[in-house]
């Protein structure tokens, strides 16, 4: 992955924490500003006895909100730049296949702005798959602004799966900076200054996440 990096950016996807904790959250009827919020350490499974415990030390009128896998550190925001992404998106697809990954092309569907993540994603699988893992990209997609990897493979791939949905959350698709989903007619993370562009020029910003690829002589 080195030639990535000193090609490109400065991101080394190996020094990249890929842990995920548990976030369990209870709340007060009637009063918004009244929540608990307990987060547990990195890889410690959710304790059901003392989320019970806790119910019953609150008392009348709370109740659970959610239970959430997050990643234990975010990915500091920013993204290669438009031209770089096809390169880069061949030589992961390239890393994939030699390491024995099924349906490697899926990393193509990365936009520009979610370069990082997919980095990470193919740096974990190729360690994993060399570690004997057996990992399958089913598919990668974008849903409703934030990412999708389906994939199949041990609890370890499963979970690399949730950090990435969860790393793409106010992640511009366009820069990789911070942003939030906007309705442009279809569901898309953008940053301020991309979603400005958006609205003058739908297809300048349409081409930063998803730039053509330049066509080959001859």
Known sequence: MNDIRDRYDTF???TVDHSMRW???MRRDGDEHARLDLVLGAGEDP??????????????GWEPDCRRHEPTVRLPYGAP????RARILDELEHLLEAAGVRHACCVQAFPTG?????MVLVDRLCRWAAEGDECTLDDVKE??????VHVYGSARVQDLADWCEEQSV??????GREGRTRDTGWVLTLSDAAYALHQ???QTVERMMYPPREKADG
């Open 23 to 25: 976030r369990w959250s």
């Open 114 to 118: 979610w370069l990082h993540i997919a």
């Open 81 to 84: 730049s438009s031209p770089a």
């Open 12 to 14: 080394d996807p190996a």
């Open 170 to 175: 106010a992640r511009c698709m366009a820069t």
């Open 143 to 148: 849903k409703y602004g934030t990412l999708r």
């Open 200 to 202: 003058r020029d739908r």
């Open 47 to 60: 304790d059901k006895t003392l989320e019970e415990r806790l119910k019953a030390a609150l008392g009348a």
